[in-house]
C-alpha cells in the first residue's frame, strides 16, 4: 500500500457526543470500543436519490434481467443436441455456450474465463476502485433489492429504527412476516432461475412448480434459497466485511492514482453545524449531518478516510451533494477522485488522472493475451481427437509364426453432432500391420456416434524375421472421411531385447 | 506478555493487551456470530457422532453403513443390468458381436468376470504364465479358438470334474518305459527340427521313426496338432512348458496335462457367454 493510501482514522472525539447531538455514529467507531468479539451493529442505510443512486438501479435492473432471461434463450444446434443458449449438462458431462460446445477436458477454457474475469476485476479495481464491489457483485445486487423491500414494508432508517427498539404486537409481526415472506419468495425464485442453468428450461420450469421434478433439484432449489435470504437478508455488509477475501486484498491492485469514493477533506474541515445566513469564512463545507454516514449500506463514515468497509458505492456522494444543494455550496464534497489529485488539491494544486500507468498497461496486455489464446484455441478445437492406451500386461505377445503384437486401446472423440467415419492408420513402423478387434475390415474404418467417444481395441502386428528395437515410437492416426481432418496420437510397439 | 487494554494514539483503536517485542496487537474484534457458527458447527458434529457410525464397534442411530449402502448399491445395479443379462442369454453367442450396445456390453462384463475368476492363472492382461497356463492373446489355441470351442472350454474346462470336459492324455513315455532315455532325446531332437531349430541330424533322423511311430496320431505328420485332440502344436514358436530341448524331453518322458475348472456350475449362463467373447476379442480369436 502506498503512503498516500494510510490515511489515519481520527480519534473518536475525547468526550463523545460533544457537538453531535443525535448524530450518526459509524459502525467503526462504535466497534472501536467493543471486546474481542463484538456483537453486531445493526446498519439502517437511509434512502437516497441522485446519480450514483440511479446507476445502481439501473444496473441493478439489468443484471437482474440478464440472470433470470439467459436460460429461455434458444439456440438451435440441431437434432439431439440440446437446444438452450447457455446449460451446463452436468450429467452428459457438457457445457454449452451459444455456438460453444466444452467436454470435461476442455475445462481449461473456463479456466481462461476466470483468469480474464479477475484481470478485468484487477483492472476495474485499479481504475476506478471497488465499482465491482459496489455495483455489480451479486451480493450487492440481491442486498439493494432486498434493503428495496424492507424499505417499502418496514418505511426509510428512522421509522425502521423505531419499528426494531418497539416492544412486539401484532402490527410489527405483520410488517416482519411481510418482510420476510417477500425476502424469501425473491430467494426462491433467485434459487430456482439458478436450476435453469443446469437443466433445459423450458421442459423443467413445468414438472418443477408441480412438484414433480428431480429430489436433487429441489435440494439445490432450496439450498440456493437458504443462502440467498441470509446473506442478502441477514449478512449483508458481514459479507463483504468479514467473509469475502477481495476486500482483504484489493489494496494490492489500487495506488494514488485509482479513481476512487473520496471526503474531501482539505475543503470539508473544520467541519462544524452550520447556521443559515452565517457566512462560511474561516470553516470547511462539511456541516457534520452525517447523512453520508445514514446512507452508507456498510454503515462507514468515509470522513475518515479509506476503509476496508467501504465497497464504493457512492450513495454517500448523492447523499451530500444533496445536502451542499440545500446549503448553497458547491457539490462533490465527497467525490470520486484519485488520492493524488486530493493531495495536490490540499497544497493548491490539481494532479490531472493518469489512466495509463504501467499496472494498467500491464493488466491490458495480459487480458489481451488471455484471450487471444482462448480465441485461437477455440477457433482451432478440432472435432475429433485420439487417445491411445497401451496395453501393459502383456507388453508384446510372441505369435506362432515368429511375428510379434503389441495391442492398444484406442478412443476416438467426436465432437460433431452427426455419426462419422474414421480410418484408422499407422505410422512409424513400415513392416507393421494394424488390425481392429472384431473387424476383419481392410479398410480399417471405425464409426463414432454422435457427440459420444468411440472405443476400439487395435493390434499392430510385426511379421516374423523383422529386428525391432525394445522400442519403438510409432503414431496412431484417426483421418475423418468427410472432412479429411486427422487426429494423430503417439505410442510405442515394444519388443523383447533382442 | 499482555499489557494494559490502552487506546492506540495513531488509529484510536483498542489494542488486546497483547504485546510481542513491543509491538501492540490492535483489537479488530470478531462478530459474536461467528462465533456461534463455530459453536453450531461443534454441534452439529456431535448430532453426527451419534446418528452415524463414529466409534469401532458402535453403530449410529441412523443405523447406517457403508458396508449395507454398497450391498444396495450393487443390488439396485444388478436390476439395472438385469435385461441386458437376458438378451445376453438370449441372443445367439456369435450374433452378439454384431448387436452393437450388447457387445460392448458383453467385452465390459467378460472384462470384471475375467479379473475375478482367470486372472490367476492366466494373468490379468491374460498372458499366460509359465508351467502351463496358456496365453489368451496370442494366436496358439490347444482346444480351438472360435467361440463356441472357447466357450465349451470355460463351460466344461479341461481334465475336470465336468462330465463333458475336455480330456486328453499323453503317455508317459519314459516313466512307463516305453522309450528308452536316448530315444526320447532323439525324438525331442527331431521335434526341434519341426519348428526350424537348427539340431543334431544324426539324432533327428532316427527320431524321425520314433515320432512317426508315436507321436504322429495325435500331434500330426508335421507336427500340427489337432485341436479335437488338444494336441499341441509342435511346429510353432509357442511351448506352454518350454521349447528348449530338455523341457521337451521331460514332456515326452513324462508328459504333461494342465487342469482348468469346469465354470458351468460356478458361473451364470451370461457371464460364461459374456467371458467367451471377452476371451475371443483379446486378440487369437478365430
Ligand atoms: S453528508 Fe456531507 S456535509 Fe453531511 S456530514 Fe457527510 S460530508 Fe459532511
Ligand atoms: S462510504 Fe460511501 S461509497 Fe463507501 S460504502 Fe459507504 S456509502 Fe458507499
Known sequence: MSPALHTPRPAPPAEPGAGRG???????????EEPLYAH??????????????????ALLGLFLAIYYLVPWLRWDRGPGAPDQAVLIDLPGRRAYFLWIEIWPQEVYYLTGLLVLAALALFLATSLLGRVWCGYACPQTVWTDLYMLVERLVEGDRNARMRLDKMPWSVAKLARKAAKHAIWLGIALATGGAWILYFVDAPRTIGPILQGAADPGIYFFIGLFTVTTY??????REQVCTYMCPWPRFQSAMLDEHSVIVTYQAWRGEPRGKHKQGTGWEGRGDCIDCTQCVAVCPTGID??????????????????????MDKVGRPPRLITWDTLANQEAK????????RWLRPRILIYLVMIGLVGAVMVAALAMRPTVELSILRDRSPLWIPLADGGLRNAYTIKILNKTWNRQDYRLAIEGLPAARLAVSGA?????????????????????TVPAGATLPESTPITLAATHLASGEVARHGSVFLAPRP | MPTKIEKDAVTGTMTTGHEWDGIRELNTPLPKWWLWVFYACIAWSLGYFVLYPTLPGVGGWLGWSQRAELADRMAAERARVQPMLDRIRTTAVADIPRSGDLHGFAIAGGRAAFADNCAPCHGAGAAGAKGGFPSLV?????WGGDLDAIGRTIAFGVRSAHADTRQSQMPRFGLDGMLTPAQISDTAEYVLTLSGRAAVPA??????TIFADQCVACHGEAGRGNLELGAPSLADRIWLYGGDKASIERSIASARGGVMPAWSGRLDEATIRMLTLYVHSLGGGR
Open chain 1, 40 to 57: 453486531r451493529i445493526k446498519v439502517y442505510p437511509k434512502s437516497v436519490s441522485g446519480r450514483f443512486r440511479q446507476i445502481k438501479w
Open chain 1, 230 to 235: 441470509l446473506l442478502a437478508g441477514w449478512a
Open chain 1, 22 to 32: 443525535d448524530a450518526v455514529v459509524s459502525v467503526a467507531a462504535q466497534r472501536a
Open chain 2, 203 to 208: 539324432a533327428a533322423e532316427r527320431g524321425r
Open chain 1, 302 to 323: 468515509i470522513r475518515d478516510g479509506q476503509q476496508l468497509e467501504c465497497i464504493g458505492c457512492g450513495l454517500c456522494v448523492d447523499a451530500c451533494d444533496g445536502v
Open chain 2, 138 to 142: 496370442d494366436d496358439e489355441w490347444i
Open chain 1, 346 to 353: 490540499a497544497a493548491g494544486r490539481t494532479q490531472p488522472i
Open chain 1, 440 to 460: 476383419d475390415d481392410e479398410q480399417l474404418v471405425v464409426s463414432a456416434q454422435p457427440d459420444a467417444v468411440a472405443t476400439y481395441r487395435v493390434f499392430v
